[in-house]
C-alpha cells in the first residue's frame, strides 16, 4: 500500500512539471509529437489485440455448447475419400 502511496505523491503537480521538462530536454521538442504519436497507436493496437483475443474467448466459450458429433460418423466420413476432389503430387494415390 505504502508503494502506491509513494507513486501518486511522485505523480503531484511539481514532480510531474519537472518530469515533462526533463523528457522535453532529452528528445527534443521536434520528436516529442512523433514519440506521443506512436504511444498512442500502440496503446490503440494493444486495446484492438486484447478485445480480439476477448471476443475469441466469448466465441470459444460458446462453441464449447455444441453436442459433439457422433463417433460412428467421424469414422465414416475419415475413411471414404471424395471423389470429386484431385489426388495431390503428395498423396498415396499416385504411389500405386
Not at 505523491?9 to 519537472?18: A, E, M, R, V
Not at 514519440?35 to 497507436?41: I, S, V
Request: glycine letters at 8%; zero cysteines.
Amino acid at each position: 500500500m505504502s508503494t502506491l502511496a509513494s507513486l501518486t505523491n511522485l505523480f503531484s503537480g511539481g514532480d510531474l512539471f519537472l518530469i515533462l521538462l526533463v523528457i522535453l530536454l532529452l528528445f527534443g521538442a521536434k520528436k516529442l509529437p512523433e514519440l506521443a504519436r506512436g504511444m498512442g497507436q500502440a496503446i490503440k493496437e494493444f486495446q484492438k489485440a486484447k478485445d480480439e483475443f476477448s471476443d475469441e474467448l466469448h466465441k470459444a466459450g460458446q462453441g464449447d455448447t455444441k453436442p459433439a458429433p457422433p463417433a460412428s460418423t467421424i469414422a465414416q466420413t475419415a475413411t471414404r475419400p471424395d471423389p470429386n476432389q484431385a489426388a495431390t503430387p503428395g498423396d498415396k494415390a499416385d504411389q500405386v
